[in-house]
Structures are given as C-alpha cells and as structure tokens.
C-alpha cells in the first residue's frame, strides 16, 4: 500500500516562507513524476508545480521565481520551499505523484498511476 503524507503547512504573514515536503510511503521502487497542486476554497485545483525523476520542474507562472521544488530520491519525498508569501497563495496544497512502482513481492510490481496526498493547509494573513 502506497500513500502520501504531507506536512508543512501552517500560517505566515504576506513576505514569508514555508517548506511543503510530502513523503510517498510504502515498498517503493520508483516515482516517475512528483508534484504539487493547491486548492483554494471556490476555486479548482491548480498545478504548482511538478518535477520528474530526470530533474525537469514544470512550475505555474504565479510562483516562478517565488516557489521551489525539489525531491529527494533517497527518501521518495518532495518537497515546496515557498518564499514571498502573497496573500493569494492561501490555499489547500495537495502532493501528486505520476507512475509510482510498488514492490509488491520480489516478482510482482504494481504500478500507480496517480495518487494524492490529504492536503495540507497554507494560509496567508496580514
């Protein structure tokens, strides 16, 4: 079983920063495409941004040069540092990941298309 578990979020004046990480847990051998997304209330999901196992990032112009993402393999973890809060990004961010492999015995894989995370609370207050 393979789930994703984000943490991070919280509150931050307009100007400050957070780091998002969401960890992908089970017997994992490989995740294709890992990312985020953020909800705000009244509003659809949007991409943040995402990064593929060969380093290339896909980030939404609203974030460019704010938001950073990055993974670490080792730990099959993502991560969001977040700079320049603006009241704007108040939002619900939730962890995606594409084409995750799962070791289910030492023959048999299963493969996850696309998996979410429960979301983590961002809010940005003046």
């Known amino acids: 079983q393979v789930r994703l578990v984000e943490s991070g979020g919280g509150l931050v004046q307009p100007g400050g920063s957070l780091r998002l990480s969401c960890v992908a847990q089970?017997?994992?051998?490989?995740?294709?495409?890992m990312g985020w997304y953020r909800q705000a209330p009244g509003k659809q999901r949007e991409l943040v941004a995402t990064m593929r196992s060969d380093g290339s990032t896909n980030d939404a112009a609203p974030v460019k040069g704010r938001f950073t993402i990055s993974r670490d393999d080792t730990k099959n973890t993502v991560y969001l540092q977040m700079n320049n809060l603006e009241p704007e990004d108040a939002a619900t961010y939730y962890c995606n990941t594409e084409e995750i492999t799962e070791m289910i015995t030492e023959r048999k894989r299963q493969r996850h298309l696309e998996l979410w995370g429960q979301g983590t609370l961002v809010t940005v207050f003046s």
């Open positions: 089970g017997a994992i051998l490989s995740i294709k495409t």
